[in-house]
């Protein structure tokens, strides 16, 4: 009988441990889950950036070639009104100096 006591002490032990256990897998198992929506929300925002960052990098590039293009076509300007300016000058010199000796 008392073998049979014991025995039974035995299995009311393993079958409390059995339940500690099964109480921390529960809580163990909640917590991987919350981890793992925590991981798919950074992982959603993390997207978000990459995609924000890549569109602005793209318009930042498009600025970019609109500078460089509006200063090339400015000096191109500049030049060109400089080689105006020149010539209108000489012609303007070339006028007095002809006024001059018909006077």
């Not at 002490?9 to 929506?37: D, F, M, P, T």
């Not at 509006?70 to 000096?75: G, H, I, R």
Request: proline share 0%; charged share 40%.
């Amino acid at each position: 009988m008392r073998k049979q006591l014991t025995t039974f002490i035995g299995i009311e032990q393993l079958k409390i441990k059995r339940q500690e256990l099964s109480y921390e897998v529960e809580k163990e198992e909640a917590a991987k889950h919350s981890l793992e929506n925590e991981m798919q929300q950074l992982q959603l925002k993390l997207d978000g950036l990459s995609t924000n960052i890549k569109r602005k990098k793209n318009l930042l590039e498009n600025c970019d070639k609109a500078i460089k293009e509006a200063e090339s076509a400015f000096m191109k300007i500049l030049e060109s009104s400089q080689v105006l300016l020149s010539k209108v000058l000489r012609e303007s010199e070339e006028l007095e100096i002809k006024d001059e000796t018909e006077d």
